[in-house]
């Protein structure tokens, strides 16, 4: 009875255990299944678990078998758990790598190469923020309220010769080098620093921006601008919006405008050059001043309408010429001062050697002064075209005007202190009436020496002229500051740009106003006065005598 217990016990442990086997061998096989599709197990340790257990259950079982019979043992087969038949068929150390290897690749060659890859041309420039030789002051999200001051460090950006790949980058260390554009074009922006992402420069002069924090993906920004503070850290600000192009119908019509002035000018100059009465140093100065706005309005006019480059040398030249036009109506409002204040009062008459020496010091000063502040702009890298056409929506386009627009502002506001003062001359004498030539005419027994009154009325119709012609420029310019400051696009900033395109034929209409001036021309008009001019009527005949310097 006793043996018959032991045997049933035996066999009912037999069957719990097989039982128990099979349920496991089922689990770990539905597991390799599972880790074969996802890729997510760990062969390696399934196996471990599964030799572990296999190892346990047969311990257990053999103990067991002890207790039975020999008899009943010999006639049992037992057979060692294998793992042989429960494993995958790959080696699980190369199937990890396998996987590692499909999520990182080794380098960008197993990557899809990026439809859009940089390419360098001629235009490509790397867009600084400030001047060059100067540093972001203070900065804030929106950089057009940035300033800049004084450098403290060096820009030396990091610019790389890349090859772009889908969420990898392949640099081909080839040594790059791309000169400076200075300007933000953003009028709303992102700001960017070294110290959160990488900033690098690509060969076509846009910004690659890559996360510090290991993440794959990069970002490649062609609308941005960069630089650093003073303490050097390297910022970069992301154009969220950018500064609205002028509309080009706008452009063609103040460009016509100016070349319709062209003609006009040329004409100015070719008369105070060629007519005997008006070749003076007068009327040299203002045949010099004429065609320096004719060339400056040609070139600028010409840029605009075929749509050529403005930046470079260009930009310098266009921005030399309408300089020296300034400077040179500041030399004809000193001229006017010298005669009244110097000449007139002590009967002084330059002969042609000092006329000579006299107009050259205005060439020089007319040349010098324009030059001076084209080589500054040249050295900040600057753009060099003037503000017509802009608006200073951002601090960035107003500093790219610093030597146009403070410049020509200072002149203008010098030439009127100078007819100032001019007025005040010609109060003088007509109070006083005649002055002495000097000091040893105050005693002498023979009277007092008396103006010239044709040279008197010559400069003062030379010095009406001036006034006229100032007034003419200085409203021009005043409705340019007006268009360049005004934040909006409304339609009267085109009329003022338009007034400022004919800029040319007021002057011309000025010389047709005085005058003294209209005689002159109209007698050259009827072939150069050789025509019999009856009494009373305007072309009647004029002194031929030289004008006063």
């Not at 260390?173 to 000169?179: M, Y």
């Not at 020296?324 to 109506?329: L, V």
């Amino acid at each position: 009875m006793g043996a018959y217990y032991r045997k049933s016990s035996f066999i009912l442990n037999f069957k719990v255990y097989l039982t128990i086997y099979i349920c496991i061998l089922m689990t770990m096989t539905k597991a390799e299944y599972v880790s074969n599709i996802t890729g997510v197990l760990d062969n390696k340790s399934a196996i471990t678990t599964l030799e572990e257990s296999s190892d346990a259950l047969y311990r257990t079982f053999n103990s067991s078998v002890k207790s039975v019979p020999d008899e009943l043992v010999s006639t049992m087969i037992v057979t060692p758990i294998s793992t042989d038949n429960v494993t995958s068929t790959r080696n699980p150390e190369s199937t990890l790598s396998t996987l590692v290897q499909k999520q990182t690749p080794a380098d960008c060659s197993q990557r899809e190469k990026s439809r859009s890859q940089p390419i360098p041309s001629s235009t490509s420039r790397v867009r600084k923020c400030c001047p060059l030789g100067e540093n972001l002051d203070f900065y804030r999200e929106n950089q057009s309220d940035s300033m800049c001051d004084g450098a403290v460090l060096s820009f030396e950006p990091t610019i790389i010769n890349a090859v772009l790949f889908d969420n990898c980058i392949e640099d081909l260390e080839i040594f790059t080098e791309l000169p400076y554009e200075v300007g933000n074009p953003c009028n709303s922006s992102f700001q960017y620093d070294d110290t959160e992402d990488l900033l690098f420069i690509l060969q076509d002069g846009s910004l690659l921006i890559i996360d510090k924090n290991g993440n794959e993906s990069y970002t490649v920004e062609e609308n941005y601008c960069l630089d650093q503070d003073k303490s050097g850290h390297m910022l970069a600000f992301i154009c969220i919006t950018q500064v609205d192009e002028v509309s080009k119908a706008k452009i063609i019509i103040v460009a016509v405008l100016m070349l319709v002035s062209m003609p006009c000018l040329l004409l100015v100059s070719y008369l105070h050059l060629t007519l005997r009465l008006l070749r003076n140093l007068h009327g040299w100065s203002l045949a010099l001043m004429s065609l320096c706005l004719a060339c400056g309005y040609f070139v600028y006019s010409v840029v605009h309408i075929y749509g050529i480059p403005s930046g470079g040398f260009i930009g310098y030249v266009i921005q030399f010429f309408i300089l020296s036009f300034f400077f040179w109506y500041l030399c004809i409002c000193c001229n006017v001062l010298l005669n009244i204040w110097y000449k007139l009062p002590y009967y002084i008459q330059f002969n042609k050697t000092w006329t000579i020496l006299n107009f050259g010091a205005y060439c020089v000063f007319s040349i010098t002064g324009p030059a001076i502040l084209v080589s500054l702009t040249v050295q900040k890298g600057l753009p060099g075209m003037p503000s017509y056409f802009l608006q200073g929506l951002t601090e960035s386009i107003r500093e790219s005007q610093r030597y146009f627009i403070p410049p020509v502002s200072t002149i203008l506001g010098l030439s009127f202190l100078v007819m100032v003062i001019s007025f005040f001359g010609f109060q003088r004498i007509k109070s006083v009436g005649y002055l002495i030539a000097n000091d040893d005419e105050k005693n002498a027994t023979t009277s007092i020496r008396q103006f010239d009154q044709q040279k008197y009325e010559d400069v003062k119709k030379d010095a009406k002229c001036v006034a006229l012609l100032g007034i003419i420029i200085i409203l021009a310019w005043l409705f340019e500051i007006v268009t360049f400051y005004s934040p909006g696009n409304e339609v009267y900033l085109l009329l003022c740009d338009m007034i400022n395109g004919l800029q040319g034929l007021w002057i011309l209409l000025i010389f047709l106003v005085v005058r003294r001036r209209r005689t002159i021309i109209l007698r050259w008009w009827y072939d150069r006065g050789t025509h019999t001019i009856a009494e009373g009527t305007e072309l009647q005949p004029v002194n031929k005598t030289e004008n006063p310097t």
